[in-house]
């Protein structure tokens, strides 16, 4: 993993929430309810995590999110912008509460409730206020808790004016083939690729999106296809003790390697490596790590 003396230009669109994580010893079961052996609330929301952990490891980091007008609101903006992201077009609504997020956790295991609330209304026109943000970017992220208009609208603006995409393709959902055409890459959850591609077979998928979709799973393994052959990298030296966020972590770590100039294989495994750190905090942003961890 090289970082040029650049440094990179990151728009973020996406969620933002507050998580209320309970730890249970085991996960409920329908109709049976459980004891938590411990609760706390962290700083969430899939886009809010890119926009954290690429900030966090170097990049200049503009974030296009929703928040309620209420104190959970207030908070999300304090601690974007305590982590040097730019929050200019974070917008205040009054129509919907702060998004949360309701999250069940035991042994390594995890249900999650989504109330998106103010992602909701996260529009179009939002985007466009933020238009000359994306005059100026390296790199768009996009995630899917934010509606499906958002995200189609913003990948176009950003190949409009020539920049590099990167969809999440999380929580899953069918995604346009117009749309998996026109992003650089795909990071998608080996059980939910059916969803998103409408296609059942891995391989097949790997192979029609060479170098493009990159397929994550529990174990903090990357499988993707190279043109040539199956490449599949896991990053276990590290215990996997907390798995929220992961998903982001890996994401932020591919961006800002793609963003400096390395080769695919290197984005593969600093996203993994980035992917591990995160694993060793409570809550989605907690263990980002940060560039000069690596340098």
Known sequence: ?????????????????????LETEKLP???????????????????????????????????????????????????????????????ETDRESTGTAYV??????????????????????????????????????????????VVEYTVRKAKKYGKKVGLYASPAMRVSDTILEMVDFVVAKSSELYIVFGKEQREEVLKKFFNKVFVRDDTN????????????????????????????????????????????EDCVKFGNEVSSRVSGGKGSQTGLPRRSDFV
């Open 1 to 21: 993993m090289n970082f040029s003396s650049e440094q990179p230009r990151i728009i973020v669109v996406g969620s933002s929430s507050i998580d209320l994580v």
């Open 29 to 91: 079961q329908p109709n049976e309810t459980v004891l938590a052996v411990n609760s706390d609330s962290y700083f969430g929301g899939k886009g809010a995590n890119q926009a954290v952990g690429t900030a966090r490891l170097g990049a200049s980091v503009y974030f296009v999110g929703c928040v309620g007008m209420d104190p959970l609101g207030q908070q999300i903006m304090r601690n974007l912008v305590s982590e040097n992201v730019n929050v200019g077009f974070v917008y």
């Open 104 to 149: 069940t956790t035991s042994q390594g295991h995890a249900a999650i409730v989504v109330v998106p609330a103010a992602n909701k209304c996260l529009s179009i026109e939002h985007i466009e206020d933020a238009d000359k943000y994306f005059h100026t970017a390296d790199l768009v992220l996009v995630q899917l808790e934010v509606s499906m208009e």
């Open 221 to 264: 393994s990357t499988i993707y296809f190279d043109g040539t052959e199956m490449k599949y990298y896991r990053n276990d030296k590290d215990e996997t003790v907390y798995k929220m966020g992961m998903g982001d972590a890996f994401t932020s770590g591919f961006a800002v390697a793609l963003c400096h100039g390395n080769s695919i």
